[in-house]
């Protein structure tokens, strides 16, 4: 059977609302059907939101994007001046709420945010996130590897989560096998299972015991293949890093290591603002760098005095 996919141009705000029932506005892009036999198999939304919203985001894990199911960063850090955008997949099992508005999706999706704020299709929980970019600056996360049909209210296709598991597992930077030991190893494996087992429990009701069981299983097996096939090399160990992963990780920081860096990246809530920390080693300085990132913007007539 041949899919056929077709994008609809939105470009317009939407108000979702969040867990916490609060509204988050992004800018909606595109709208994409892929569909097989005239019937929706999927459909992705597209949008931008400022970077201050995207803290929001990652830090409620908003759009399913909890921090044990994604990549880390590729090319850099994202900038503050800049729009991020996002493709989120919709669940399959709120897919037949567009059947009867193929013809006619932009009008209706507008028309919902309008008429309809507290419909399902306009909740961010009723989307997985699979790509987060600023240009060539981004990541994956574990929904872009996962085929829509996988999971649905009540069943687990073991076979295709498996697949996409060895598939992210692979080519995640999550963890990097080459720098950190066997403990370190684990732990991240253990929050990956938690944070997905977390995630069938709250979402999927009609799914049993049994089926969940199998599947954190297979995901519990698939990384510590992983592991097992890649064995941290001893020459390649820096002096310091590893230090610095045992550290925040014994200390229970949610962190994030940049893609070829020696650089941890985590964030840090104050009491006006959240803060983008950055703790980085310079090995061959021997020396341990950790800074942080205020995301608000000084005014000009202010710089010279902050300089100061």
């Known amino acids: 059977m041949t ?29 994409t059907l892929t569909k097989q036999n005239e019937t929706i198999i999927s459909t992705n939304l597209t949008f931008q939101i400022p970077t201050e919203i995207y803290q929001i985001i990652d830090t409620q894990s908003l759009f399913n994007l909890k921090p044990e199911l994604r990549e880390t960063l590729t090319a850099g850090l994202f900038k503050t001046e800049s729009n991020i955008e996002i493709t989120a997949i919709l669940k399959p099992d709120f897919l037949p709420h567009l059947t009867s508005q193929i013809t006619n999706l932009p009008t209706y999706i507008k028309n919902l945010n309008q008429q309809q704020p507290n419909h399902p299709l306009l909740s961010t929980e009723n989307w997985l996130a699979l790509q987060v970019k600023q240009e060539e600056i981004g990541y994956r996360t574990f929904w872009d590897y996962l085929p829509p049909s996988t999971i649905t209210a009540d069943n687990i296709d073991g076979e295709k989560l498996n697949h996409a598991l060895i598939n992210f597992c692979q080519d995640s930077t999550l963890i990097n096998l080459e720098t950190i030991g066997n403990q370190t190893i684990a732990d991240a494996i253990g929050e990956i299972i938690q944070g997905f087992e977390e ?18 299983e297979s995901i519990a097996k698939t990384w510590w293949q992983l592991a097992d096939a890649n064995p941290p090399p ?10 610095i992963l045992e550290f925040f990780t014994s200390d229970d920081w949610d962190f994030r290591k940049i893609q070829g860096a020696t650089i941890l990246e985590m964030a840090f809530i104050g009491k006006n603002a959240q803060f983008t920390c950055h703790a980085e080693t310079l090995e061959e300085k021997s020396q341990f760098v950790f800074y942080s990132i205020c995301p608000i913007a000084v005014p000009k007539p202010k710089l010279r005095a902050l300089a100061e």
């Open 3 to 31: 899919n056929h996919t077709e994008t609809h141009q939105l470009q317009t705000n939407l108000t979702l609302q969040t867990p916490h029932k609060s509204p988050l506005t992004i800018h909606a892009l595109t709208i």
């Open 199 to 216: 995630w069938i429990d709250t979402t999927l009701d009609n799914i049993s015991g049994e089926a969940i069981g199998e599947a954190i």
């Open 234 to 243: 001893k020459e390649n160990l820096t002096q310091i890093f590893p230090k």
